[in-house]
């Protein structure tokens, strides 16, 4: 909302918000895959994978309106203008991005909202990162159509063991200075920020399930040497 509170929607009667909606929706586009035909869940589950494409209160959309038919086949610029909800603004300060992080869980330094999908108009002296770096754009403007909006060819996040670096890519230009310069896409590295202490593979979720086992292991060959195990 504009006051920067969670907007409440209601789904079938119920009113859901915040982390409580995403939960809604991911429930809603499971049953729409998995639910047997005929089923009345899945048929408005359906239906409301539809609106979550295109709906002025589906949280993946967020917009007043979708004006693809508008911008196709009418000239007015008006009627084409798409309004974006309040989020778009507010991402930009910290406290609203803390309450983000803090209604998921996703507490500490280290953590941050990755927004994809929405084109930095960085020839405009736009920023992908966001909040004092609560939030990170990237993804908006690999394609040549957005190019002339953003200047650039958007962006890219890399995580790895050490941390997060942003690589902002330059437009693609012609297979002949692509061949000349032996490098099709030029793209520039920005340093986000490092781990405090790098990352291994004991430290990932398949590391932990890893250990888990190595320490079974372990009980078992001690059980088998001191003849609890007999083979």
């Known amino acids: 909302n504009e006051d920067g509170s969670f907007k409440h929607v209601k789904i079938r009667g119920k009113e859901y918000w915040g982390r409580k ?8 586009i499971r049953t729409a895959y998995f639910d047997e035909e005929g089923e009345d869940d899945k048929e408005f589950a359906m239906d409301y994978i539809w609106y979550m494409w295109c709906g002025p209160e589906a949280p993946l959309f967020d917009k007043d309106k979708m004006a693809t038919f508008e911008r ?10 798409e309004k974006k909800g309040y989020y778009y603004t507010l991402r930009n300060r910290e406290d609203i991005c803390d309450q983000i992080l803090d209604e998921f869980g996703a507490l500490g330094p280290h953590s941050h909202i990755i927004n994809g999908h929405v084109p930095v108009k960085t ?6 990162m966001k909040a004092n770096g609560k939030l990170f754009v990237i993804d908006g ?10 200047g650039i060819a958007g962006y890219t996040l890399v995580y790895h ?3 997060m670096q942003l690589v902002q890519h330059e437009p693609f230009q012609s297979r002949q200075k692509a061949i000349e310069e032996g490098l ?3 793209s520039t590295n920005f340093v986000l920020e490092f781990n405090s202490q790098r990352m291994m593979v004991k430290d990932t979720d398949k590391g932990k399930e890893l250990v888990t086992q ?5 009980k078992l060959l001690v059980a088998y040497r001191i003849g609890l195990i007999k083979y």
Not at 21 to 28: C, E, F, M, P
């Open 141 to 150: 403007g690999f394609s040549k159509a957005y190019q002339p909006e953003t």
């Open 123 to 128: 020839i405009q002296g736009e920023q992908p």
């Open 184 to 186: 099709d896409i030029k």
């Open 72 to 81: 196709y086949f009418l000239e007015d610029k008006k009627i084409q203008k």
């Open 21 to 28: 909606l995403l939960d809604k929706a991911d429930q809603l």
């Open 161 to 163: 063991s050490h941390g």
């Open 214 to 218: 190595i320490q079974d292991l372990k």
